[in-house]
């Protein structure tokens, strides 16, 4: 098993889904954790799915990963503010000391066409994927060259290699997380610090539950929601989705000593699938 006792990790978008599975991973493996997360009720009728947690959240996030015999920080975190995550940061560090692993799971997508697409919503899924992770990279960063050790990971999607009708911004953005991926990579490279980029196909979350809900919501065709999700499990080439616990195990063993020479890949968890 990956040991990462006393070593700092902060990971976004950790309060569900694939952020929070790599959030417990790490603190299992004895990491101290801050995670953070946009804190704010769902609204009815908004353009996008994401899943926002409300305050309460924050507690039983908090509870559930010290349970593991770490330091543990949780709080509001919008990665399309500077002033908010260089905040966010700063606090987290103070908590759990240094920042020698980053985890950038925070996303949002939506579903419209390029015609009528409109630029306030193309703003919000590109801030968030890509320049949200820009700016948490660069929080950190420099403090991982100063010490010689780092591990970055992005979680990106294999809509970084493939193009899905109806959704360009998403793909755009984690076609651009990639491009970052290998800058970093290349930057920390001299210094003991790696960047990789994990890109699952469709991961059973409840972020994806309700981005199915909002597609038969759109589209009828009478299906249910759960039909369509057998659909989805059904087109795989291993007839199932993706586990969160699958991309955390992968998370947890990048941030080791053992994968110090994996760096700048773009890593595909599909079960085959091209999408």
């Known amino acids: 098993m990956t040991n990462l006792s006393g070593r700092g990790a902060i990971v976004t978008g950790g309060f569900s889904g694939m952020g929070f599975a790599i959030a417990t991973a790490l603190a299992k493996a004895g990491?101290?954790?801050?995670?953070?997360?946009y804190v704010a009720q769902t609204q009815p009728g908004r353009a996008d799915a994401a899943y926002y947690p409300g305050t309460e959240e924050i507690d039983r996030v908090r509870a559930a990963l010290a349970a593991h015999g770490t330091?543990?920080?949780?709080?509001?975190?919008?990665?399309?503010?500077?002033?908010?995550?260089?905040?966010?940061?700063?606090?987290?560090?103070?908590v759990i000391g240094p920042a020698d692993v980053l985890v950038n799971a925070a996303g949002t997508t939506a579903e419209?066409?390029?015609?009528?697409?409109?630029?306030?919503?193309?703003?919000?899924?590109?801030?968030?994927?890509l320049t949200g992770a820009f700016r948490t990279t660069r929080a950190v960063l420099p403090?991982?060259?100063?010490?010689?050790w780092g591990r970055i990971v992005n979680i990106g999607s294999t809509a970084?290699?493939?193009?899905?009708?109806?959704?360009p911004a998403y793909c755009a953005s984690k076609s651009g997380l990639l491009g970052l991926t290998r800058c970093v990579a290349l930057e920390g490279a001299p210094h003991g610090v790696t960047c990789v980029m994990i890109s699952p196909t469709w991961v059973e979350t409840e972020l994806m539950r309700r981005n199915v809900a909002q597609v038969v919501e759109r589209e009828g065709k009478g299906r249910s929601a759960e039909e369509l999700m057998d659909e989805f499990r059904k087109g795989n080439p291993?007839?199932?989705?993706?586990?969160?616990?699958?991309?955390?195990?992968?998370?947890?063993?990048?941030?080791?000593?053992?994968?110090?020479?994996?760096?700048?890949?773009?890593?595909?968890?599909?079960?085959?699938?091209l999408w």
Do not use: Y
């Not at 403090?143 to 010689?148: L, S």
């Open 238 to 273: 291993q007839g199932r989705m993706m586990q969160p616990e699958e991309i955390a195990a992968l998370a947890v063993f990048l941030c080791s000593d053992l994968a110090r020479g994996i760096t700048m890949e773009n890593i595909q968890i599909t079960g085959g699938a």
């Open 71 to 94: 330091r543990v920080h949780a709080a509001h975190l919008d990665v399309r503010d500077s002033a908010l995550t260089n905040d966010f940061f700063a606090e987290a560090q103070a």
């Open 112 to 129: 419209q066409p390029v015609c009528g697409h409109s630029d306030e919503l193309w703003d919000k899924i590109v801030d968030t994927n």
């Open 160 to 167: 970084a290699s493939v193009g899905w009708k109806d959704n």
């Open 143 to 148: 403090g991982m060259i100063e010490r010689g």
């Open 31 to 37: 990491a101290n954790v801050a995670v953070g997360s």
